[in-house]
């Protein structure tokens, strides 16, 4: 089964922020290890972002959830894992609301 990946609108700037070649790792492995089996790959978050999980690319992670039933798996938020800056980001979007981008790449 492909899962479908829906990216929250901010995430093109994340991925800007990264540079072009953490970017290029980051999207590759999203788009590798998500579509085919996003429960298998990352680890669920706690506390504010449950329902929520992390996966480790590197110093970055990507904040995602997956929508079983839609299967969807939403990408919140990408960034460097560093001072925890990436689940603050994630947390902000969250509380302010699901802003989709519904194609393929962010």
Not at 25 to 52: H, Y
Not at 95 to 104: N, R
């Amino acid at each position: 089964m492909t899962w479908k990946l829906i990216y929250h609108s901010d995430v093109a700037e994340d991925l800007e922020r990264v540079g072009r070649a953490a970017a290029r790792r980051i999207v590759r492995t999203i788009d590798d290890r998500l579509t085919k089996a996003p429960l298998s790959f990352g680890a669920p978050l706690a506390g504010n972002l449950a329902g929520f999980r992390k996966l480790r690319i590197g110093d970055y992670r990507a904040v995602y959830q997956v929508r079983e039933q839609q299967v969807i798996v939403f990408v919140l938020a990408v960034g460097h894992r560093r001072d925890m800056e990436i689940y603050r980001t994630a947390l902000d979007r969250k509380k302010t609301g699901a802003d989709l981008h519904s194609s393929g790449r962010a």
